[in-house]
């Protein structure tokens, strides 16, 4: 049997449909392997961008976490709330940031960054804080929608406690999904107008295939492949590539310019996460850990012969301008007072001095001598400090009519002399401006090892005074007060005293210091005036006679910047039974004064619950007599200070009988205190004061003997 015969129009019919066919396989292959890519590339440049989005997340966390632990450390040690909150609540208004929580060795909040602290004093239960408050170094934690990093606060071993901040991921996952769906319709609009000249093909048979083939590899794959290359280097970190920007004016040409867009804005980003980092926003100077990156790389490549000189910088009583003037103000003099040590650095002759704002009102110089040796660095440096001593206790001008008085205390440390490495140097200086404000502020003072010596006892007083109560080391004494008429005990003062079994007995005045500065008062005060009222119910308990008897307690300024005082000595009250009446609370005339404290009503919500409140010390700090009219006291105490020379100066009695008179006509109690002779107590009841405690009356005595004293 013969096959048909098969005509020239069939062959190439044939040969037509077998190219279409093979073409057809090809496209359709070509199409898969381009969907195949389409698909590939969305997920790589997915993975890609999430990888880098975290990675610029987690380093500029790492960046601030390690920024705010550092400068929270100075006041966290010192428990400074007012300072603790500035950072908190600055760090907390940075874009993404979700919360900022400072907290103490215990996990307890001691700062949230809000103004009420609503948290402050509670332990942190939330799935993250189990880790954080065990951990020792920084630590990451990612949560669905949270990135949670803290770091340890610290003071050489001694773990303060941490501090955690919260950036939200939603931010971060908006962008990633928008930059997803921009290449995502990027790429598919690439492959379906690129799909016509595939389509084309068909018609160009074999010839036409591989040379469609050969330009899609060129300009399609080509680009494609050169983008993945670059964004493989950007997710390693390698932000410096250079991108070229395409002259092709076709989708791909769009893809490739985008790409060198993006590029560039991640370079530039990164650059200014890095100047954030490295530099303070608010005087433009180096910050902390640029200086100490500095630092290290100056001691690695210091010669033989060279010397430094660090001068650790202090400013005195700063904080008093922004407890009184507020922040915005101290700002400016902040800002003020780094242009004028600027310019003092730049108009000194010295050799690549370096200046560094080191956190709140501490500055950091590091200067090098044009003379070789430590002696020309310790003269020079002795010099610069003079100057900026001089040059800073010049008042700052606000206004046409408001000026601000500040000082500087200035620690200088030597190098290689004191010491070898950045820590240690920066430890000196720190070491040695402690003691220049310990010999009255507005000096400065070299490094000695001796100093550390003092560092040390101070370090471990702290200690020890954390634990004296526990132990029975911290005793109640209480002087007895008098009613100047007839010599009848109508109360007393309670007095902390503290017999260490080491130190011996601890005068008031070294350990009452200590606690104020670390913040230990606020733990002990609720202690002592729970003792006072408890002792003073024994007191009225034996017998009928003293059914009155008050109990008098000093106030530190830490106390009364606590919103809950009231309410804790309405606690106290309740528990020990003692009338309200029972309890005088005493201030000191600049306590007062302080609008902070008076503007929360304290004093007022103390007195509206009963308690007396008595301004102690009249006469020594800043208000007079006019100010009587207008604080919110039941008594003063006149200082000890005029009524020892109310015999033979006629001045200090002048002033003891006006402020007698003054306080009667406002119907205020007048207590004089230090009465030590006779002579002074008859004259002072004859001006009229009304009650009056001193040695010559009664010395300050334990509980038992206070008792007997009564009996």
């Known amino acids: 049997m013969r096959l048909p015969r098969m005509g020239v129009q069939t ?66 040690y010192y428990f400074d709330l007012e300072t603790i909150g500035a950072l908190a609540n600055s760090a907390k208004r940075e874009p993404d940031v979700d919360y900022v ?135 390693a970190g390698h932000y410096d590539i250079n991108v070229p920007s395409s002259r092709r004016r076709d989708e791909v040409g769009e893809l490739e310019r985008a790409f060198a867009k993006m590029s560039s804005s991640v370079r530039v980003h990164d650059s200014e996460i890095r100047q954030i980092a490295f ?64 310019r003092l650095v730049e108009e000194t002759d010295l050799r690549n001095a370096e200046l560094s704002r080191f956190g709140g009102d501490e500055f950091v110089i590091l200067v090098e001598s044009r003379e070789p040796g430590v002696r020309g660095v310790s003269s020079s440096a002795a010099k610069l400090a003079q100057a900026l001593v001089n040059e800073l206790a010049q008042p700052v001008q606000l206004d046409d009519e408001d000026r601000v008085f500040l000082g500087a205390s200035i620690g200088i440390t030597l190098f290689p002399s004191d010491a070898a490495s950045a820590v240690t140097l920066i430890k000196n200086g720190d070491i040695a401006m402690y003691q220049a404000k310990t010999a009255g502020k507005h000096c400065y003072r070299f490094y000695h090892p001796n100093m550390e010596q003092m560092v040390e006892r101070r370090v471990r007083m702290e200690k020890e005074l954390r634990l004296a109560w526990e132990r029975g080391e911290l005793t109640m004494f209480y002087q007895p007060v008098f009613r100047m008429s007839d010599r009848q005990i109508v109360g007393a003062e309670a007095l902390l005293r503290w017999q260490h079994p080491e130190y011996g007995v601890v005068a008031p005045s070294v ?98 619950a009963g308690v007396k409140l008595w301004l102690d010390d009249f006469g020594t700090g800043f208000s007079g007599l006019s100010h009587l009219r207008r604080l919110p006291v039941d008594g003063v105490k006149i200082d000890r200070t005029f009524v020892s020379d109310i015999l033979q100066d006629a001045d200090d009695l002048a002033l003891t009988r006006a402020i007698i008179g003054m306080a009667q006509s406002l119907d205020i109690v007048v207590i004089a205190e230090g009465i030590e002779e006779q002579g002074q107590y008859e004259l002072l009841r004859e001006t009229g004061c009304d009650l009056g405690q001193g040695y010559w009356l009664g010395k300050p005595m334990d509980q038992q003997s206070f008792l007997k004293l009564l009996r």
């Open 279 to 342: 530099t303070d926003s608010l005087t433009r100077l180096p910050n902390r850990r640029d200086f100490r990156e500095r630092l290290d790389q100056r001691l690695q490549t210091q010669g033989g012969e060279d010397a430094l000189a660090l001068l650790f910088i202090d400013l005195d009583d700063f904080k008093r301008v922004n407890d009184t003037l507020g922040h915005e103000t101290g700002d400016r003099v902040l800002v003020e007072v780094a242009n004028r040590i600027r």
């Open 511 to 608: 350990f009452i210091a200590v606690a104020e500065e670390t913040g230990l008062i606020e733990q002990l005060g609720p202690h002592v005036i729970r003792k006072a009222c408890t002792d003073a119910m024994t007191w009225r308990a034996s017998s009928s006679k003293f059914a009155d008897l008050f109990v008098s307690v000093n106030l530190s300024v830490r106390q009364l910047r606590d919103a809950w005082l009231p309410e804790q000595v309405g606690e106290i009250l309740k528990s020990t039974g003692l009338p309200p009446d029972g309890l005088h609370l005493e201030l000191t005339e600049t306590v007062v004064l302080d609008d902070d404290i008076d503007s929360r009503g304290l004093m007022r919500r103390l007195r509206d």
């Open 101 to 235: 929580m400072v907290y103490d060795a215990d996990g307890r909040v001691l700062h949230d960054g809000s103004g009420e602290i609503s948290t402050y004093g509670q332990l942190m239960q939330d799935p993250l804080a189990a880790k954080v408050i065990k951990a020792n170094e920084s630590l990451i934690q990612l949560a669905p929608k949270v990135l949670d990093v803290s770091a340890p606060i610290r003071v050489g071993d001694q773990r303060l406690g941490g501090v955690r901040i919260g950036y939200s991921l939603a931010s971060a996952r908006d962008t990633e999904a928008r930059n997803i769906a921009e290449l995502d319709r990027k790429v598919g609009e690439v492959a379906n107008r690129n799909r016509l000249p595939i389509y084309a093909l068909v018609g160009l048979l074999m010839l036409l295939g591989v040379m469609s083939a050969w330009a899609v590899q060129r300009w399609m794959v080509g680009p494609i492949v050169r983008l993945s290359r670059y964004a493989q280097e950007i997710e």
């Open 11 to 76: 062959q190439l019919l044939v040969v037509l449909a077998i190219l279409l066919a093979g073409v057809a396989l090809l496209v359709g292959l070509l199409l898969q392997r381009q969907a195949q890519m389409h698909r590939e590339v969305t997920e790589f440049s997915r993975t890609a961008m999430q990888e880098m989005i975290k990675e610029r997340i987690r380093s500029r966390a790492e960046s601030r976490i390690q920024q705010l632990s550092d400068a929270l450390t100075n006041p966290v």
